[in-house]
């Protein structure tokens, strides 16, 4: 996955920050607008959650391996990771706009 820097990244504006400052900041100043919790059941990396934020009008997909590139819609953000797909890891699921979407009893 190919990450973007401040300066490739037209909606942000800060050029001399690093890469990791300008994740950071997504993370912090986005509203998160969907997200996947899933447990593999296994040992070590068994479970975690991918994040869908939105920031400064694009959206990103934030999860083990990175932050996506900027996308033009939540959907295809989501889509990066999967986040609206159920397996047999998925343990909830979340949206802003329609809430609870799925929870493993």
Known sequence: MERLTSDEDPNIDESDEDEDDVWDRIRKKGVEVAYQVWDSGGPGAGMGQVTVYEYQGQYYADGDIGISDP???????????????????????????????????
Request: glycine share 6%.
């Open 71 to 105: 996308c033009t819609t939540k959907a295809e953000a989501a889509d990066f990771y999967g986040v609206f797909d159920v397996n047999s890891s998925t343990v909830r699921i979340w949206d802003i706009e329609r809430g609870m979407i799925f929870e493993r009893a």
